[in-house]
């Protein structure tokens, strides 16, 4: 088992249905702080819309979300982020024709009324970006337009903007997607600097090697539930999950 | 534009930053070209009233100070936001009637007037954007069309309180002017406050309001995750938008001094601002401005070479068929394209920043997780490649 | 308001319906199979009647008879125009530069007409515009049934195309799912294309029915484009049945308030529909998960 941890994030029943088909299912889900948390499973196994009812993105028809003791069920995308939790697209979103250094300096703290007009390029602001830019290895490129950037710049640049909100959790949907493998080490290395610094990691992955050698807990989906979860040996040997992905 | 902060960080480098540099050089160069552009657009619109000929150039010359204005106004929406509305004329006549109204039955001055009829339009658009703003995309396109149409149809009904179809005359502000002295002051007036309008899009253009805005026309759902407020931010850039169009008709009242619906409220006059903002380019600062001196001169010759026909509207609808198909991004950045392709220096920046991307790629791949020790690395140099 | 009154009213309302339903399913159409909303439906839709117009005042042809040049005419220009204009768009914008170049072009027809025609009011005298039937105690005219007649006919042939045809299933395929569409070997560019030519069909239809009762003139084709989208939009874009409810529902809507408040406000009906369904239920009042999107 897992050492015991405070929760970071807790579904209780989510319940989302498209047109009679349960996506996701009465899921009760817990996520550990400080840890980094993997969702693994099958293919249309509800991930994707778990992540999404998680993250505001869909209104879940059913149950309850809360983020460290606070309910945030169906509330606005913008309010969960400011909550403390950023999120990064399945297929990488980028801003294609705004600049690099202006993809990161969208994610700002929350802006209160009197400060919108002022200047989006302070100095302490993009002082802050040029440096998660050089976190990431893009910021030679600050000045380019995001369109203009390999598919792997644009994953790691969406991974700069959802840094530059100092987000206490982090989702990552799919980070290891249609990237080759040397980026796929450096993603799993970055991932790993952040949650030794106290960042807490949710992902979605289909890659077993990354979700294995990089989680602390993994949780298994399938049919819109979880079915199983622990250590990723624990999982690795529970014939349930062997189930799950074979469809014995 | 590079502030205080960006050339300090550029300086602080060293040398092996070569495309930074170019990119300020071309910063740099075009920070002069648009300087120098506004220094000759200021001088051009402060002699254009003395130097123009007759009564009749000058009255052109408002009119198409007054399409800059709209043009300018609807880019607050079209430009940051990227949702077209086809249906701004609304706002453009409820601002000119509501200034006329006021002036009729209230007998406040006539700029006061104007000023709450500006302030009676925001307070009108805030429902009919909460409205429009819930859809996206076609949906948004047809609710500002229908809007148009639905107050076309009010104002036409309701004769007595808006004069229907024969009209509403608006008392002159200035009685006493004759009439070329008229329009020279209204020219001033229109180019105030398009001034007034350049200033606010530009200082939104650079600030978090606006780079929000522009996020959202990139993309609404990511903008949102990343912990924009996305609807009331497009709310308020409408709102913004309706009211400096409502401005500009309640100007246009006091200039022209008589309104008909079909002319406020008229798809036609929506259909200019987007296909001025469009042609010049929603993305730039003096796009709409550049394209509502294209239009406008173009309208002008078309009233005068072919009169009272309808070619004018084939030719709008050609115009903007073409625009939409062959040149969405508009002139000006079309032209800058054009001026960095042959200019002398600046023209590398793209070509430079394509040459170090590919060597960076080939030095991640030998380098490799070094880059990730936090805080700021140097960029890798050629040695540290090697 | 008095029975017979009340009567006449629904009557004209129902008939009016059948022609909004028919252009409506018309830009269903068009959405459905590229995403786009035709803002020119009803530009070629006052062609149609002034070509109908035409051919009745200086050839002496009935303007039913028209309907043999303009409806493969038009079939044909709605083929072309999805082929060479709408597909030159990007996909990423398809739908923003759809609205403005399908706008460009009800401009470009409206000047036409103006241009070729003159500004100046048009009807077309029939032997029949006269005549009227009494049913129920409320006098209805022959060219409103006509009319009706054709957009039922032209409605219920499309239901049969759509239902029972080969390229009825793919159209529906592609305007549920393109990708699968794909996926299973129907090539949904050309179906889109046929699709637009389809729908601009309905059109030439819809204007020759019109021509029949109603006095035309170039800018008239805004006051029916309104209508019809705030018809798509509550019956949920991209659905035909949620259209043609719609179309029904407010068109005798719209006729029943003529009694009490006049054509001008009548026709304000629809745009209060599309404000109510937009605070309400912005995916539409009948329309699937598509409407959700756009």
Redesign the interface.
Known sequence: MTESTGTNLGTRGLTKTFGGVHAVDGADVTFHDGKINALIGPNGSGKTTFFNCVTGMIKPDAGTVTFRGRDITGRSPHVIAHAGIGRSFQLCRIFPRMTVLDNVLVAVRRTRIRELLAPARTEEEVAKARQLLVRVGIDHLEDTEARDLSYGQQKLLELAGVLMGDPDTIMLDEPAGGVNPSLIGRIGSLVKELNAEGTTFLIVEHNMDLVMSLSHHVIVFDRGRPIAEGTPDIVQSDPRVLEAYLGV | MP????T??TRSRGPA?T??DG?RRSRRNRQIASALALVVGVAVVAVFPFAAPDAYVLSAGVVILSYACTATSWNFMGGFT?Y?S?GHAAYFGLGAYGTGIIVRDLGLPSFLAWALAGLAVAIITIPVG???L??????F???S???V??LL??F??WGSFTGGSSGLVVPRPFPDLMRPEHHRVFFYLFAALLAVMLTLWW??S???????L??IR??E???????????NYKLVAYVVSATLTGLAGGMYALWFGDLDPIFQFS??LG?YM?LMA?LGGI?NLFGPLVGAVIVGVALEIFKLEFGD?????????????LV??FM?DGIIPAVQAGLRRFGPQSSS??EM??A??AE??AA??VS??S??S????P?PTPEEKR | MTGSLLIQSLILGVLLGGLYALLAAGLTLYFGVMRVVMIAHSAFLILAAYLAWFASSTLGIDPLLTLVVTVPLFFGIGVLMQRLLIRRLRPATLTMMSVLLTFAIALFIEGLIGFVWGGTQRRIQLPYSSASIEIFGARIAVVKLIAFGLAALSLLVLYLLMKHTRFGQALRATIQHPEAAQLVGIRTDRVAGLGFGLGLATAALGGTALSLDATIYPSLHWHWIGPLMAIIVVGGLGSIPGAAIAALVLGVGQSLLQVPLGTTWAQTIFYVALFVTLMVRPQGFFGGRLAQRF
């Not at chain 2, 819930?134 to 949906?139: D, E, K, L, Q, Y």
């Not at chain 2, 936090?374 to 690395?377: A, R, Y």
């Open positions: 502030n205080a902060s960006s300090l960080a930053q495309p930074a990119a990227g077209i086809l909460i409205a429009a819930r859809v996206r995309g076609a949906s396109v047809i609710v069309i229908a809007f149409l639905i149809l009010v036409q009904a200082a939104i650079r600030s978090r309001f606006g780079i929000g522009k996020a990139e993309d759902d990511k903008a949102e995750a990343l912990g924009i407020p996305t609807r798809i036609l259909s987007v469009l993305r026909t309808q070619f004018h509207l084939v030719a709008t609808g050609l115009l903007l068929a939409v198909l969405p920046i793209r920043t394509a170090e991307l960076r790629n991640a791949g490799g997780d880059v990730f936090g805080g700021p690395t960029t």
